[in-house]
Structure formats: structure tokens, C-alpha cells
């Protein structure tokens, strides 16, 4: 890259403050496109999936019925196309409106689409497998700001990542992929525009990315920073501001309207600040490739076309109406659940699984410990989560291959934490003795779930006081089989990824991963009289979301800071509360 930092500095914050007001209004328009057209698109493709598939939804089980079955994979391939289409919409619409302002022309969403029209005909079907890794590559942990509204959920879910990073190799697996991944994002940084602006293939554009990026990275970087900073400084300003100015016009903080159009103006600067954060990247890139004479697109307004200023103004105008009115609907429902369960997940603040675990869980007064049990080689059951031995006790072998004795009470360790193996029968004991109601995972390694249930109700009938205990498994078989012998048990799903309905489980709760959690399931839930829970939920942030929600249980590691959260939610409620607690909410 042959430009200095400063070069590069000047010239895109010139740009940007010369045509603020079109990137402004074009960046609402184009998001409110994505919104209405994006949405309903996939939405389609998904469904499509699902009807041509014979599915009822898309999770682990039927995953792979869908990708064997010729209807179905045909559907999952045109739900990629579709996803391809819209994100080489987007990034498309953006590359020429940044190209066409260092252009000096100011270019109409007819211009731009037809430009847009002929680059997705220049790709070919050889091209699309490379665009779509091009893309899974950018996940939001390592896009560069350069992320789409579509890819916003595109990350490892957490139930995956928790355990991975609970071992050191796991922890610093994590830490270079995630090196990695940013390392590779910043050299493929020119390729998507490249492909926009030259007449070259994606492949040969990957290949210029990589040799441009090889030299001056610290120049772009260095840029990239001072007008992020400016950018940020900018937007915490006038948050301010603008949050001094509602109190001064309600005190209270009770105002429904005032604190709407407050909220409203809160989400509307964070858009701006995400969407000018991507046109700052953009534009950095652009003005690179217009220096090395890489822009072979011109982008030309047409002759004697009038601008239709007024339709776009009433378009947003009305946008804003309507976000308006949701934004007062979200305020005034942003209340606290108070029939919410708090579950420990493992216990808490100590070696997972074990009796301290449950005793600490029992002193800040979560509503359930989750417990994992796994059967031994002579059909007894013990309180451990991994299927080997590895991790907490340090013995390469798995719990099925030992002895009832020789796993029961054995050494085990995490952090500076010690404790020991308890058996299913000690922890329920120790619970009953509390009072403490229990959430019990089954979690069978291979074996027959007949079998496997009918010892763990022997053990279930030599107990008293069950009726608040509930029990779930990520094994479906094993969860029918006892459904089937046992009604009377309450009986859950574990579903790490579910995507659709609920159909064809009928459990009296299912417990899903944030990952895959969204309001429309848990209405399906309490339609069929079953209970939702989500796990695990760890960050305040989420812990403030959940608190708000419908979810019949919230399963964290941290349920002193969980009931922490919902007394604070409780005693702090005004509409200004609720407007704090909302902008901080990264989802």
C-alpha cells in the first residue's frame, strides 16, 4: 500500500464529511431494504428447507436426514444462494455508493442496483463456493467491523466454546484461531471490493488482497484507529447529550414518550456509529485501490435524472414512525419476570458436579442445581459431566469403563478448587437435606437407553420428596423411553441447536442454547403447556435480557449475580431504567 497514514486519514475523513448527508440517508434506506426484503428472503429459504425436507425443524437430529435427502439439499443450496445474493447486495450497494463519492458522482439506487447486477452475473457457479468461504471466515469475533446484519449470529455458540476453553489446550486453541482468523480477515480485506470494482474473478482477487495487504499494514491500521476514536468520542458525546436533555425533560424518567424518543435517538446513534464504522473500512479500502489504479468500474449518474429527495425522505420518515412505536412497545413490556427459575449449573464456586457445589448453589438461593449423572460399568450412577476422566482427575479413561468404587469419591480438581466424585445418591441426599430442588441431566455414553433408564428409576424409586425434581437428557431416545415408563417424572430436552418448531418431542420443558433462543419458541413452549429454559447464560448483559423474558428458566454459573440482576431490575424500573438496560444489550 503506497500511502502514508496521514494521506490516508485525510482523505477519508474528507470524504465522509463531503457526503455525509448521502451516506446518512443511503445507509438508513439500505438497512431498512435489508430489514423488510433480507429477512423475508431467508425467512422463505428456510422454510423452504423445512416443506421440501418433510422436517419439522432444523436441529442436531435432523440435520443430516436433510442433507441426505436430494429435495432437501437442494433447498439448503438455494437458501445459500439466497444468503449469497444478499450479502453481495449489500456489500455491493456500499462499494459503489464510497466508490462513486470519490467519483464525484452522486449515484441513484437504480444506478446502483444495475452495477450491482452485472457484478453477481460475473459471478459464475465456480466462483460461489469461493465467496461463501470468503464469508464464513469473517464471524464476528474476527470480521474487522466489516460484518453484515445477516452474519451478526453467524459465531461458534457458546455450549461449544464454554467447554473448550475450560482446558488450557482448549483456552489457547480458541486464542489462535480466533489470531488467525483476524490475521486472515485484514489480508483478504481488498477482496470483495477488488471483485466489486475490477473485472477480475474472486479467486484472482483473493490473490491481490493477499499480496497488497503483505506490506504497510501498520498504515492502515494506524488510520483505521484515529478515525475510529474520532468516531467514537463523537457518538459517546451526543449519547450524552442527548440523555442530559431527557432528563432534563422528565426528572421521573416515568415519561413513556419522552423516554422512547430518547431511546429511539440511542439506537438510532449506535446504527449510525456501526454503519460508519463499516464506511470508514470501506472507504480506506476504496481510496487504495483508487491510488493504485485498481478501479476499473465507472460509477455515473445518469444524464438528466432528477433525484427523488422527497420519496426517500418520506420513506425514512416513516421508518422512524414505526421504529418509534416498536421502541415504545419494547419499553413498556421491558419488564421484570417474576415467575423466572434461577438454576446453578453445576453448582457453583466450586469443582463442578460436586457437594460444595451444591451447598454454595444452596447459600445465594438459586431455584435448582443442574446436575450431570453418568452410569458406571456396573450400572451404578455418579455426579460427573465428561464422558472421560481427563480433565478433572487427570486419568485418561472413560466413566463407563470403571467400577461404581473406582469412580465414586475419586480425587478431582479445577482451578484451585478441590473435591471428589460424588455418587447420584450422596448428592440427592445432601439436596433433600437442604431443601434444594434438582435439575438431573442423563447423560448416557452408548448405552442401551432402555437399560440405562430402568437402572436410574431403581435409584429415582429409592428416593422421597421428587416432585419438584426435574429430569432431561440431550439423548431424545432416552428421554422418550422414560417418558414412556415414567410420565409421572417431569421430564426436559436438551436442544443444542433448534431452528423451527417443537414438533414431535412432546416433553413437559425444553431447554435450548442461547444460541438458537428467540421469543416465537417460547410461545410454542407454553402453547403445548411446556416450560422453556436457556443455558448458559453468563454475561450481565444477557443475564438482564433473559431476566425480561418469557424463558421459564435461566441456567448460568452465576446465579448470585442472576438474582443480583433481577433484584436491581426490580428495585430500579423507571422507562429511563429500562432505556439503559436496552442500549446496553448487544442483541
Not at 435489508?34 to 422436517?55: D, E, N, P, Y
Not at 446513534?269 to 470501506?282: E, S
Not at 422527497?310 to 422512524?320: A, P, Y
Request: one cysteine or more; hydrophobic letters at 45%; aromatic letters at 12%.
Amino acid at each position: 500500500m503506497d500511502v502514508s497514514a496521514k494521506e490516508l486519514f485525510k482523505a477519508v475523513g474528507h470524504n465522509l464529511l463531503q457526503n455525509k448527508w448521502l451516506f446518512l440517508s443511503q445507509g438508513a434506506l439500505l438497512q431498512l431494504v435489508l430489514l423488510l426484503l433480507g429477512t423475508a428472503l431467508v425467512q422463505f429459504g428456510f422454510r423452504l428447507i423445512l416443506v421440501i425436507s418433510g422436517q419439522p425443524n432444523l436441529s442436531l437430529d435432523t440435520f443430516k436426514a436433510i442433507l441426505l435427502d436430494p429435495l432437501g439439499l437442494a433447498g439448503v443450496l438455494i437458501f445459500v444462494t439466497i444468503v449469497a445474493f444478499l450479502l453481495f447486495f449489500e456489500y455491493a450497494i456500499l462499494t459503489f455508493l464510497v466508490a462513486g463519492s470519490y467519483q464525484n458522482q452522486k449515484l441513484t439506487w437504480k444506478n446502483i442496483c444495475i452495477l450491482t447486477a452485472k457484478r453477481i452475473r460475473k459471478l459464475n457457479w465456480k466462483q460461489i463456493p469461493f465467496f461463501l468461504l470468503y464469508f464464513l471466515s469473517m464471524v464476528p469475533a474476527a470480521n474487522l467491523d466489516m460484518g453484515s446484519f445477516l452474519t451478526d449470529r453467524l459465531y461458534i455458540p457458546h455450549f461449544i466454546t464454554g467447554e473448550l476453553m475450560k482446558t488450557t489446550t482448549g483456552l489457547w486453541g480458541m486464542m489462535i484461531l480466533w489470531l488467525v482468523l483476524i490475521y486472515v480477515n485484514f489480508r483478504l480485506l481488498f477482496t470483495l471490493p477488488l471483485t466489486m470494482v475490477n473485472e477480475q474473478s474472486i479467486v484472482a482477487n483473493i490473490r491481490k488482497s493477499w499480496a497488497m495487504t503483505k506490506k504497510g499494514k501498520h498504515t492502515f491500521v494506524f488510520s483505521w484507529l484515529a478515525l475510529e476514536s474520532i468516531l467514537a468520542i463523537l457518538t459517546i458525546c451526543m449519547l450524552l447529550f442527548f440523555l442530559f436533555l431527557g432528563g432534563v425533560l422528565d426528572t421521573s424518567g416515568q415519561s413513556i414518550v419522552v423516554e422512547t424518543v430518547l431511546f429511539t435517538i440511542f439506537k438510532t446513534l449506535m446504527f449510525y456509529q456501526t454503519f460508519l464504522t463499516k464506511l470508514i473500512i470501506l472507504s480506506s479500502i476504496l481510496y487504495v485501490l483508487k491510488k493504485e489504479n485498481e478501479i476499473q468500474v465507472v460509477c455515473q449518474m445518469p444524464e438528466g435524472h432528477r433525484k427523488n429527495t422527497l420519496g426517500i425522505v418520506l420513506i425514512l420518515t416513516m421508518f422512524t414512525l414505526f421504529l418509534g412505536v416498536y421502541n415504545s412497545v419494547r419499553l413498556y413490556t421491558a419488564s421484570l419476570n417474576p415467575h423466572q427459575l434461577v438454576i446453578a449449573h453445576r453448582g457453583f464456586n466450586a469443582v463442578e458436579n460436586s457437594i460444595q457445589g451444591l451447598q454454595n448453589a444452596a447459600k445465594v438461593h438459586a431455584d435448582y442445581v443442574e446436575l450431570d449423572v453418568q452410569m458406571t460399568k456396573d450400572g451404578k450412577f455418579v455426579v460427573v459431566h465428561d464422558y472421560d476422566l481427563k480433565r478433572l482427575a487427570n486419568i485418561q479413561q472413560r466413566v463407563k469403563e470403571r467400577d461404581f468404587q473406582e469412580v465414586k469419591g475419586l480425587p478431582i480438581s479445577q482451578g484451585n478448587q478441590k473435591a471428589v466424585i460424588p455418587s447420584l445418591n450422596e448428592f440427592v441426599q445432601k439436596a433433600q437435606e437442604m431443601d434444594m430442588a434438582l435439575l438431573i441431566e442423563l447423560k448416557p455414553d452408548g448405552q442401551d437407553p432402555q437399560f440405562f433408564v430402568q437402572k436410574f428409576l431403581e435409584e429415582w424409586d429409592s428416593w422421597s420428596n421428587t416432585a419438584a425434581y426435574k429430569v432431561m437428557s440431550l439423548d431424545k431416545d432416552v428421554m422418550q423411553c422414560l417418558k414412556q415408563e415414567r410420565p409421572s417424572i417431569c421430564s426436559g430436552y436438551v436442544i443444542p441447536i433448534q431452528f423451527g418448531h417443537f414438533e414431535g418431542f412432546h416433553m413437559d420443558f425444553y431447554v435450548i442454547e442461547d444460541f438458537s433462543y428467540n421469543e416465537a419458541l417460547v410461545q410454542e413452549a407454553h402453547e403445548d403447556q411446556a416450560e422453556l429454559f436457556v443455558w448458559t447464560i453468563n454475561e450481565e448483559s444477557q443475564m438482564e435480557r433473559y431476566a425480561q423474558s418469557d424463558a421459564d428458566g435461566i441456567i448460568t454459573d452465576y446465579p448470585d449475580q442472576m438474582q443480583n440482576v433481577k433484584k436491581n431490575i426490580q428495585k430500579y424500573d423507571t422507562y429511563l431504567d429500562r432505556v439503559l438496560r436496552l442500549i446496553t444489550d448487544t442483541k
